[in-house]
Structures are given as C-alpha cells and as structure tokens.
C-alpha cells in the first residue's frame, strides 16, 4: 500500500532540559538554519501544537532553544523526546537531482530485473552515501541510492525505478 507524503516535516526533536530558565538541548534535524531563528514557529509533538522559538544557541553539535511561555525547568520538562516539525508546505524544494528523506521514505522500490523490491522504511547513510533499507515480502534489502542505480524517482507516485546490478539484492538482501 502506498503513503502520501507526511503533512509535516520533522525539523528536530527534544533530549531534554537544560538549566533552569526553560532552556531544552535539541538535536537538529534540518539543513535550514532559519528553523530555530527566534520568531520562527514550530509545530510540538503529535498533537500540533505550535510554539514560538525565542531564543537558539549552539551546544556542541546541538542547539540550546527557548520557547515562548516556557520560562522554566518545570515547564519544559514534559517536552522531553517531542519531536519539532514544520507544515511540509514550508520545506524548499530540494535542489534538482536531490531529496529529501521524507520524500524517499514509503516509497515503493522496482528493480528492472528482480521487480517489486518492497517499500523504503528507513534510510542509513555509510561513509559512501545513502542506503535505502527497503522491505518487501520475503526480504529486507540495502540499497545504495546512487545515480548509477536509480532510474527515476516519482516523488509525487511514491516510486523508484532502479537498475541494480545482477545479484546485488541477493548479496544485500536479509529475511
């Protein structure tokens, strides 16, 4: 069965607390660095509240962010593990030839030669590129997402056409 795009992108999630002025860490999850601007408005866990960023600085590879109405440890406690994500009509497109990983997840995978591989349920990056872990029926299969394997992807059909290598979803493939 296949998914239509998801109505909100996730830009970050929550780890947890940080002082005691409604500081939380966040770890980021997006290549726009407008997101946590103060002003910016962010969509809160599964319910869709929106919040108001108010302040974001740098913590290691993660950021310190304050949200308006929250201005204490008490307060920001139970936005621990929420994830933070905007309206998907927000997101840029992405630049020609390249995609988002929301855009890649769910979509269903077919092989000039093997034929219906299965459907992406995840997306793991090696020091080489993008792997889409894609699950069929029988199998889970790694496959490298690079040009020399992709036909076309149809982000709006949910599809990938791939050419894969003779063997390669025998060698890549799990059960």
Known sequence: MSHGLP?????GRVIRPHGLAGEVVV???SDVEERFAPGSTLIIGARGRSIEVIGAR?????????????????????LRGLELSVPRQDVPAAPAGSFYRFELLDCECRDAREGELGRVVGIHEDGGGLLLEVAGPERRVLVPFVDA???????????IELDLPPGLVD?????
């Open 149 to 159: 394997f992709v036909v076309r992807v149809d982000v709006d059909a949910r599809r």
């Open 7 to 11: 109505e909100s992108v996730v830009v």
């Open 27 to 29: 770890e980021v999850e």
């Open 58 to 78: 740098p913590f290691g590879d993660r950021l310190l962010v304050r949200f308006a109405g929250l201005d204490d440890r008490g307060a920001v406690e139970g």
């Open 171 to 175: 060698i890549c493939g799990s059960t």
